[in-house]
T-cell receptor, first 115, second 113 residues
Framework: GAVVSQHPSWVICKSGTSVKIECRSLDFQATTMFWYRQFPKQSLMLMATSNEGSKATYEQGVEKDKFLINHASLTLSTLTVTSAHPEDSSFYIC???????????FGPGTRLTVT | AQSVAQPEDQVNVAEGNPLTVKCTYSVSGNPYLFWYVQYPNRGLQFLLKYITGDNLVKGSYGFEAEFNKSQTSFHLKKPSALVSDSALYFCAVRDNGGNKLVFGAGTILRVKS
């Protein structure tokens, strides 16, 4: 089946620094990828839709300048958390629509801790 | 707007017993419904989907779900639970006109031996 990878799987950074998270579709091309945020024991919240070759579409309330998304190729989308603060600590998950009908394939997630 | 509700925060079941994790939906148009499972510190794994056709959908790991239009429900079931089924389960519905998924709050399933 379709595989989506994320890197890194976990990262600790200091407040004020920026962190980049990569999302790759390993055996298929994805013109669209989705970025979610998940707090402990809570559901996934869609942050933005990443579109290959064009600007990302952000959900209401998500700061575009803080969460920079780049979808430079058909297999790679990146999420950069700029000027990270402790409240940005969370589990970030990406997904991509698969070749089959309607389902999405999810990456393993990235645990971000900002100290 | 499309939405799903998972009324139970947690479901406890003994190993070997049948399990049900509940989900109800609210959609305009045809519902495209999904179940995903998440193990600790992992991404989501696809279990099954309902798009059209038979109301009983069979999925991965012995799970199945029954689509009930009159009750607007899509409950996840398994005839005999395993301890390894313990995880967080999400019901989701596809947003109209796009590929976005709207997730329920999630239900923790605990299977005890």
């Amino acid at each position: 089946g379709a595989v989506v990878s994320q890197h890194p799987s976990w990262v600790i950074c200091k407040s004020g620094t920026s962190v980049k998270i990569e999302c790759r579709s390993l055996d298929f091309q994805a013109t669209t990828m989705f970025w979610y945020r998940q707090f402990p024991k809570q559901s996934l919240m869609l942050m933005a839709t990443s579109n290959e070759g064009s600007k990302a579409t952000y959900e209401q309330g998500v700061e575009k300048d803080k969460f920079l998304i780049n979808h430079a190729s058909l297999t790679l989308s990146t999420l950069t958390v700029t000027s990270a603060h402790p409240e940005d600590s969370s589990f970030y998950i990406c997904s991509a629509p698969g070749l089959g009908l309607y389902e999405q394939y999810f990456g393993p997630g990235t645990r971000l801790t900002v100290t | 707007a499309q939405s799903v509700a998972q009324p139970e925060d947690q479901v406890n079941v003994a190993e070997g017993n049948p399990l049900t994790v509940k989900c109800t939906y609210s959609v305009s148009g045809n519902p495209y419904l999904f179940w995903y499972v998440q193990y600790p510190n992992r991404g989501l794994q696809f279990l099954l989907k309902y798009i059209t056709g038979d109301n009983l959908v069979k999925g991965s790991y012995g799970f199945e779900a029954e689509f009930n239009k009159s009750q607007t429900s899509f409950h996840l079931k398994k005839p005999s639970a395993l301890v390894s089924d313990s995880a967080l389960y999400f019901c989701a519905v596809r947003d109209n006109g796009g590929n976005k998924l709207v997730f329920g709050a999630g239900t923790i399933l605990r299977v005890k031996s």
